[in-house]
């Protein structure tokens, strides 16, 4: 990789999941935090983001945006890592369709949070929510990877999203939940970006009150 990598981030958001993701690669990368309200809005950080929400990564003139894409990308950029399977293979269907997977879930979440009523399930991206859930189980009952016999970043995002729900007690703590999201999360990987982003997030704190 001759491009720079640039990592547009807040320690209190999706964030964490992209950084888990940029360690998990090992290659090199600037950090550049916005606040929320200011700079994550300001003219300077639209050109990058028009939306004014992080994550986002710029690698040389590309820019990519959105949780999922983040690590499918990064995936890409880092294949002696197998953080992906490859072009081609029948594993990758399952890795895009967890992946993918994830988006429904976040809807289910967002309206659980707001405490809005529950759309027909023949609107809604993630019909039932109990359909919802008990797919997910299914995924994960038994099972250590959902894209072949070794980690990849479909892992990383189910494990990551999953178990941010469940932290907010707004995914229920089933036991297929708990055990994949902790396998996964403990990670050195995970564990040193969560490192960074508590040291990051702490500083800042220290920064508001001096």
Same mark, same amino acid.
């Given at each position: ?9 807040h ?5 964490? &999941?992209? /950084? ?35 994550p ?18 990064? %995936? ?20 895009? /369709?967890?992946?993918?997977?994830m ?7 967002? #309206? ?11 609107? %809604?991206?993630?019909? &039932? ?5 008990? #797919? ?15 980690? &990849?970043? %479909? ?22 939940? &708990? ?7 403990? /990670?050195?990987?995970?564990? /040193? ?12 704190? %220290?920064?508001?009150?001096?």
């Open positions: 990789m001759t491009a720079p990598l640039t990592f547009y981030t320690p209190m958001s999706r964030g964490r &999941t992209a /950084r888990w993701m940029l360690e998990e690669t090992g290659l090199p990368y600037d950090t550049v935090l916005l606040d929320y309200g200011t700079t994550m809005k300001a003219p300077e950080y639209r050109a990058i983001n028009p939306m004014g929400k992080v986002a990564i710029r690698h040389g003139d590309v820019v990519v945006t959105e949780v999922a894409a983040i690590v499918m990308y990064l %995936a890409d950029l880092a294949p002696e890592k197998k953080l992906a399977p490859p072009a081609g293979a029948p594993e990758r269907g399952a890795y895009y /369709r967890w992946i993918s997977f988006a429904p879930l976040e809807q289910l979440m967002t #309206t659980k949070a707001s405490g809005g009523a529950m759309p027909d399930a023949r609107m %809604a991206g993630f019909g &039932t929510e109990a359909d919802l859930l008990d #797919t997910l189980e299914g995924a994960l009952k038994d099972r250590q990877h959902l894209a072949g016999d070794h980690f &990849t970043a %479909a892992d990383l995002l189910v494990a990551s999203f999953v178990g941010f729900y469940m932290q907010f007690k707004l995914l229920e703590a089933r036991p297929a939940f &708990t055990r994949f999201a902790e396998l996964h999360q403990a /990670r050195p990987a995970n564990l /040193r970006s969560n490192e960074i982003d508590d040291k990051l997030m702490a500083e800042q704190q %220290a920064n508001r009150n001096a």
